[in-house]
């Protein structure tokens, strides 16, 4: 189905038959695995715009190599990366670019790049190996919320555990890091707005090496 290799694949969480392919050609297919002849649509960065202009334009996800690609939890969206340093969020029902602006995501990887998204969280984020760090971005709104600095060497792969709302990375640095987000100090009600602490950073997530207390 693609016209080069293929980088990177995944499953929607909301059709067991439903598998998504990115490729070196630019493009990303979805299939219906059921079928011999299964592709059910190749999603259109420009949202059929374009098509009519460049036939060799249209019907690309990005203007590069797709390396890496994930479905939200509810299988709602779908994020793709390429090598045109672009992400993109789709909509995994109409196939339809949904032109969320995360600017200048760098990907450099010549291989599949093995990103995260939380499952949980409000906001939800996706965790993309960047370097030696990890950006972190809201999904929906694409800002880019931190960097999670702590390896030593490239990051190549990422992995988030629902169950305890970690974040773990492995690198060429030879090591496996787990990441927890930072905890909230309690705010009593009745005296909330005196409480607040002074910063107003988004307590995303920061890395740690030791034990934490369980947050009552």
Known sequence: GHRQEVLAVS???RHEYVLA???ADG???LWDVRRASGCLSTLDQHNGEKS???SEAANTAHNGRVNGLCYTNDGLHLLTIGTDDRMRLWNSSTGENTLVNYGKVCNASRKGLKFAISYG???DFAFVPYGSTIAVYTIFTGELITMLRGHYSTVNCCVF???FQELYSGSKDCNILAWIPAPRDQVP???SEQSLPQQHLNPAY???WSSSDDEG
């Open 11 to 13: 499953w929607s969480p």
């Open 52 to 54: 009519k202009a460049s």
């Open 206 to 208: 920061e890395d740690t």
């Open 161 to 163: 555990q629902p169950h």
């Open 27 to 29: 493009r990303v297919k």
């Open 189 to 191: 009600d009745d005296n």
């Open 121 to 123: 969280c409000n906001p």
């Open 21 to 23: 392919t990115g490729s």
